[in-house]
């Protein structure tokens, strides 16, 4: 789901139709992931790049949008309890390991921030 389908909702169709598009995203993104991890072709390693860097893009838009346009309620029923959201996001930035060319990408940097945003949000719920 793309983070604009969000800016719409009111809190109570956030909170039902976000966390299966985020639970979509993440799985996009781990695929996303492992196909970088698994290409052994230059080519090949340089569109698994920027398709993983499309997708933290997205997830970063996704992050960004919640904490301005969503509830604080939402954002806990979405991100909150046992955080598994953005324990996976952190997992996928702190393990990814990109080309010279990609590797200082703000994107990376980017949904960094944002989860880490989301996450202290959570914290001071």
Not at 78 to 106: M, N, V, W, Y
Request: net charge neutral; charged share 25%; glycine share 8%.
């Amino acid at each position: 789901q793309r983070a604009t389908q969000w800016v719409n909702a009111s809190p109570p169709e956030m909170a039902s139709l976000s966390a299966k598009g985020v639970d979509t995203l993440l799985g996009n993104l781990e695929l996303a992931y492992r196909r970088v991890e698994q290409t052994g072709s230059r080519v090949k390693l340089e569109s698994a790049e920027i398709n993983l860097l499309k997708t933290l893009e997205e997830v970063r838009d996704v992050l960004t949008t919640a904490l301005i346009s969503g509830t604080r309620e939402g954002l806990k029923e979405i991100f909150g309890g046992s955080c598994h959201r953005t324990a996976k996001i952190c997992a996928i930035l702190d393990a990814a390991r990109l080309s010279a060319e990609r590797a200082g990408d703000p994107r990376l940097q980017g949904c960094r921030n944002a989860c880490e945003s989301v996450e202290q949000v959570l914290k001071d719920l």
